[in-house]
């Protein structure tokens, strides 16, 4: 493969979606985790390769340790290693802590946290062995303030940030850059649900006062995985508006 490989978990839609169209528009070979929602994802790949790009999708429930070492293993194999691997894939159960259920709690822990060990896991011998990779992990300015009615999310996304300060201190010998982006309040599925007063409450907390575009973080990720981005590792860039400044 003459291309670079850049997996995304999670990229059948919002930012994860905008990460493969951003990224098959810079000329990488790029692979499109998604967990249910086929049509989404083909819709995806459809758009990279009408736009002249290559790529393909991969089904995979990144929570799962033994399916997601299986994804990791065929990629591996078919295209000789994951250049980029963009930790994406993430979901909300937002409830109050008197209400949230021990299931609440775990099952957003194991997508957002434990979804992105299980892939830098299954990843690592194979940047190793080529002395170079870039690993992005998406967090959230959650994670950085924390949020009533999110004690799980804010711990997946704290944990995420411990993560990429760990993996970036243990793999920066190897050449290999990890850094993660909080992003702020982005248009998509996952804010759709919000209600227009919580929205409008959103926005007063935002110095540009506009929600963020998927592209506003896929832009960042295109930066951070390129060679202008060579000499930044153990970061958490926020774009999220000026909120957490
Ligand atoms: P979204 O529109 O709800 O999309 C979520 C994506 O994750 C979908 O592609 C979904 O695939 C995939 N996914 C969910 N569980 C999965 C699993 N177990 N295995 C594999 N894929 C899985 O979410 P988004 O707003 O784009 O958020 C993307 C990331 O940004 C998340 O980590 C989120 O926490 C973070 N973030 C979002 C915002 C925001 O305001 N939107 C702010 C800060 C951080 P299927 O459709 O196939 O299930």
Not at 97 to 118: H, P, T, W, Y
Not at 165 to 175: D, F, G, I, M, Q
Not at 204 to 216: M, S, V, Y
């Given at each position: 493969?003459?291309?670079?490989?850049?997996?995304?978990?999670?990229?059948?839609?919002?930012?994860?979606?905008?990460?493969?169209?951003?990224?098959?528009?810079?000329?990488?070979?790029?692979?499109?985790?998604?967990?249910?929602?086929?049509?989404?994802?083909?819709?995806?790949?459809?758009?990279?390769?009408?736009?002249?790009?290559?790529?393909?999708?991969?089904?995979?429930?990144?929570?799962?340790?033994?399916?997601?070492?299986?994804?990791?293993?065929?990629?591996?194999?078919?295209?000789?290693?994951?250049?980029?691997?963009?930790?994406?894939?993430?979901?909300?159960?937002?409830?109050?802590?008197?209400?949230?259920?021990?299931?609440?709690?775990?099952?957003?822990?194991?997508?957002?946290?434990?979804?992105?060990?299980?892939?830098?896991?299954?990843?690592?011998?194979?940047?190793?062995?080529?002395?170079?990779?870039?690993?992005?992990?998406?967090?959230?300015?959650?994670?950085?303030?924390?949020?009533?009615?999110?004690?799980?999310?804010?711990?997946?996304?704290?944990?995420?940030?411990?993560?990429?300060?760990?993996?970036?201190?243990?793999?920066?010998?190897?050449?290999?850059?990890?850094?993660?982006?909080?992003?702020?309040?982005?248009?998509?599925?996952?804010?759709?649900?919000l209600s227009e007063e919580i929205k409008e409450d959103i926005?007063?907390?935002?110095?540009?006062?506009?929600?963020?575009?998927?592209?506003?973080?896929?832009?960042?990720?295109?930066?951070?995985?390129?060679?202008?981005?060579?000499?930044?590792?153990?970061?958490?860039?926020?774009?999220?508006?000026?909120?957490?400044?």
């Amino acid at each position: 493969m003459d291309k670079k490989v850049v997996l995304i978990t999670g990229g059948s839609r919002g930012i994860g979606k905008a990460i493969a169209l951003t990224l098959g528009k810079s000329d990488y070979h790029v692979i499109i985790n998604y967990r249910s929602r086929e049509d989404e994802a083909v819709k995806v790949l459809e758009e990279i390769i009408a736009g002249g790009g290559s790529g393909s999708i991969y089904q995979s429930d990144i929570s799962n340790y033994n399916e997601t070492e299986k994804m990791m293993t065929d990629i591996i194999k078919e295209y000789g290693g994951i250049d980029v691997l963009v930790n994406n894939a993430g979901i909300t159960k937002d409830q109050l802590m008197l209400r949230m259920s021990e299931e609440d709690f775990s099952s957003v822990i194991d997508i957002n946290l434990k979804g992105a060990f299980n892939c830098v896991k299954h990843v690592t011998r194979s940047m190793f062995k080529k002395r170079s990779g870039c690993i992005i992990n998406i967090s959230s300015v959650i994670g950085l303030v924390g949020n009533a009615g999110q004690v799980n999310y804010a711990a997946s996304k704290a944990g995420i940030i411990g993560m990429t300060k760990a993996l970036a201190k243990e793999y920066a010998a190897r050449n290999i850059r990890v850094n993660a982006i909080a992003p702020g309040f982005i248009d998509t599925e996952m804010t759709d649900v919000l209600s227009e007063e919580i929205k409008e409450d959103i926005l007063d907390k935002i110095p540009l006062h506009t929600l963020g575009r998927p592209e506003d973080i896929a832009n960042m990720v295109n930066f951070l995985a390129s060679d202008q981005a060579k000499y930044i590792t153990g970061q958490v860039i926020a774009v999220d508006g000026g909120m957490t400044m």
